[in-house]
């Protein structure tokens, strides 16, 4: 039967528009290195890895694993590579972490990277399919029908999306590896910017970064003997669903309410607005957070905005949303998954400094891809299970 | 580790591989394929635990080419799913590690490649370090060429070496409906064909492939319900080693050696080795590396040599090998997957019937 399995390791880069002062494999090694001196472990320690990133055509290298084996000191280990769409971060997290629970190993690190100085993402996710819609401009193009239709279905007033755009960039200036950095952001700033996809504003949408994130994932014994306060793995789940046939609702998919009802169940959570103190949730599209908040089960369907709109989702509110500053304010993509996992960890263990939620002991990390249809979360808690 | 869970391939189905498939797309040259390996497994679809896949952009020259081929699985209502850029075999084990956990009893296994959309020569350059090594534009077969070049001057295999392991796999790829390349060839006449790239002639490489395949997994019970013979993983593990070919010694295999033991290879009287052996030279390399002796039937569907769709040339080695056991062919098979230039990286599996 399963093992306990605890992160026990964080670390993240400076996530920047271009790290042109590293290479791929210089990225993710200063996010791995970071993670190993914060577990208190030398590289010899490690047992396996396992390797997360988005679609290989964002930095034209095929499997890149093959190439990072040796920055990621995976020589004579297994290495390992995930892909699931913009949820790999949050996989990754999830398979190392089952590699601990099933007992394979007993310390796994991590990794997760997107380097899109590389390449230009927003035009390598806009293929044409054969026999399929297009997904026009980017994934904005994508989901900018998702929200309008969303923002129809609940009747929310059109500011709610500019409200997260300036709580999550706030949110940012209290994370000193977030990419956003903008002490001038403002409600009219956000709202006096292009229009990209209608209703989506340039300042609500996710930036383009350079950045890696690692965990050092443990068991019972490594987390005992770890440097720092161990944060414990609750629950993992992943869900899939097509991306497209009939009926299907984009806006509050049934994969996402399946995964995170499997979640709070390995969590023993009943009341997740109540017993859940922080989220992390990946909101690429300022919207994305109420529509969420609802797909979790923090709010009744067509009754997320209000939460938001009340300021529940801000630092200080009932339910802290993205302290770090989310995906909008730092947006590796095949990381942005792992990043969530990771400040989930980063709060249960008190160590997110100016942007903790203070006496955070029950956290979600979450992370979506594809058509809205790919899920994967977890949940960390301070407390041992 | 503690002592794993039993788990055991139960059913495997795949797609005659062919030189290029013109008619069906990723998800059409799937949906045959899983339909029987359900369908053989006993296993309701609905049923199964866990689904996971392996494929890689490059070879449609698209990102995102597994979200389609989700369509194949009908996943719906949502199911439990991953996906690794990685031949299908990786896949197997992600599902194997799944299976562990005690929650779940049965996996679906599956993976796709058309390695005739581009050139692959050229696609799997992508493959290299992107700074030092890409930029030279060494293709496949010259590094597997730099890599036979380096075993026969260490004086442990020759040309006719290889030209034997090439006619006995197409020889007995003649014996294997999903093998698209076969024949009785003669190694004398072989060695008289010239060079493709030296010291490889055109009958060490691979062919080019298209294909698919799937694998039902179940643990304990199940297992022992739905198959009178079910091909139990006595053990399973994976290596890999430094990237760069200089860095390594390219006639040994390091990494399957250490995979071959935290498997069990060495403590279990092996019949049967499918191989992931995509050039001639590097099934020397392998037999060399798991202690292979000459009582071992290795590769009797023809191996990579016989068919190599990308990605699921792997998979279908333990495939091949779990029907072996499944059908009483044989009692323990060794199932073998490779990935990265020059054998870089493998996964090394014991499988057997109780």
Request: glycine share 8%; net charge neutral; hydrophobic share 45%.
């Amino acid at each position: 039967m399963s093992q306990l399995c605890a992160v026990i390791g964080i670390g993240q880069t400076k996530y920047a528009t271009k790290r042109d002062d590293l290479s791929i494999a210089g990225l993710v090694r200063e996010a791995a290195q970071r993670a190993l001196e914060d577990a208190g472990l030398t590289w010899k320690d490690i047992d396996a890895v396992v390797l997360g990133k988005a679609p290989d055509t964002f930095e034209g290298v095929m499997m890149p694993e093959l190439y990072l084996a040796d920055a990621l000191g995976a020589a004579g280990k297994p290495m390992f590579r995930v892909h699931t769409a913009g949820s790999v971060g949050g996989s990754t997290a999830n398979v190392a972490a089952h590699l601990v629970q099933a007992g394979v190993h007993e310390r796994v690190l991590t990794v997760a990277f997107e380097k899109q100085s590389e390449s230009d993402a927003m035009w390598a996710l806009s293929p044409k399919y054969p026999f399929q819609p297009p997904l026009l401009a980017g994934a904005g193009g994508y989901f900018a029908p998702l929200v309008r239709s969303y923002i129809r279905r609940a009747g929310a007033p059109a500011d709610v999306g500019i409200q997260v755009a300036v709580k999550d960039r706030l949110h940012a200036l209290k994370n000193p590896y977030a990419h956003l950095q903008m002490p001038e952001i403002s409600t009219e700033m956000v709202k006096a910017s292009p229009m990209l996809w209608d209703p989506i504003r340039y300042l609500e949408t996710c930036p383009s970064s350079d950045g890696a994130c690692a965990m050092v994932l443990g068991n019972e014994q490594a987390a005992r003997k770890a440097a720092n306060k161990p944060a414990w793995v609750r629950g993992t789940s992943m869900r899939s669903e097509p991306a497209m046939f009939a009926g299907r609702d984009q806006v509050l998919p049934r994969a996402g309410r399946e995964c995170a009802a499997d979640v709070y169940k390995q969590a023993g959570v009943t009341n997740p607005r109540k017993q859940i103190d922080v989220a992390e949730i990946y909101v690429p599209f300022s919207w994305f957070e109420p529509m969420w908040l609802e797909n979790l089960g923090f709010a009744e369907p067509n009754e997320g905005w209000k939460m938001t709109a009340s300021g529940a989702t801000a630092l200080g509110g009932e339910l802290p949303i993205n302290p770090s500053g989310g995906v909008l304010s730092s947006n590796p993509i095949g990381a942005s998954g792992m990043i969530r996992f990771a400040e989930a960890a980063l709060q249960v263990r008190g160590q997110a400094g100016a942007h903790q939620v203070d006496g955070a002991r029950m956290a979600m990390g979450h992370a979506y891809g594809g058509a809205s249809q790919f899920f994967s979360m977890w949940m960390v808690s301070s407390d041992r299970p | 580790m503690s002592t794993p869970r039993d788990v055991a391939i139960v059913s495997f189905a795949q797609r005659p591989a062919v030189r290029a498939e013109r008619q069906a797309d990723d998800t059409e040259m799937l949906l045959p394929v899983l339909t029987e390996a359900i369908a053989r497994s006993g296993i309701a679809k609905k049923d199964l635990g866990f689904t996971c896949s392996g494929s890689c952009d490059y070879l449609i020259g698209r990102p995102f080419s597994f979200v389609s081929a989700l369509d194949a699985v009908g996943a719906w209502p949502p199911i439990s799913e991953s996906h690794v850029e990685m031949d299908g075999a990786f896949a197997l084990y992600e599902a194997w590690v799944r299976l562990q956990h005690g929650d779940i009893d049965s996996a679906l296994v599956y993976s796709f490649g058309k390695s005739s959309l581009g050139n692959l020569r050229e696609v799997m350059v992508m493959q290299l370090d992107p700074y030092v090594l890409a930029p030279l534009w060494p293709d496949s077969i010259a590094l597997a060429a730099l890599q036979a070049r380096a075993l026969i001057d260490s004086g442990r295999a020759s040309e006719r070496d290889m030209a034997e392991v090439a006619a006995r796999s197409r020889r007995s790829a003649l014996a294997n409906a999903n093998a698209h390349v076969k024949g009785d060839f003669d190694v004398d006449q072989l060695l008289r064909e010239p060079h493709l790239v030296a010291p490889l002639r055109k009958h060490d490489c691979p062919p080019i492939s298209d294909g698919a395949a799937a694998i039902v997994l179940a643990a304990g019970d199940l297992a022992r319900k739905v198959c009178a013979r079910p091909a139990w993983i006595r053990g399973i593990d994976h290596r890999i080693e430094p990237h760069s070919p200089g860095a390594r010694d390219l006639t040994r295999s390091s990494s399957t050696k250490i995979a071959g033991q935290k498997a069990g290879v060495a403590e279990a009287d092996i019949d049967v080795a499918e191989l992931h052996a995509p050039f001639s030279h590097q099934e020397i390399i392998l037999r060399d590396a798991l202690g292979l002796g000459a009582s071992v039937d290795v590769n009797p569907s023809g191996g990579a040599l016989g068919a190599n769709p990308m990605m699921v040339a792997g998979l279908t080695r333990f495939g091949e090998a779990a029907s072996r056991i499944i059908d009483g062919r044989a009692r323990r098979a060794v199932a073998h997957a490779t990935s990265g230039p020059c054998l870089q990286q493998n996964l090394v599996a014991v499988l057997e019937a109780r």
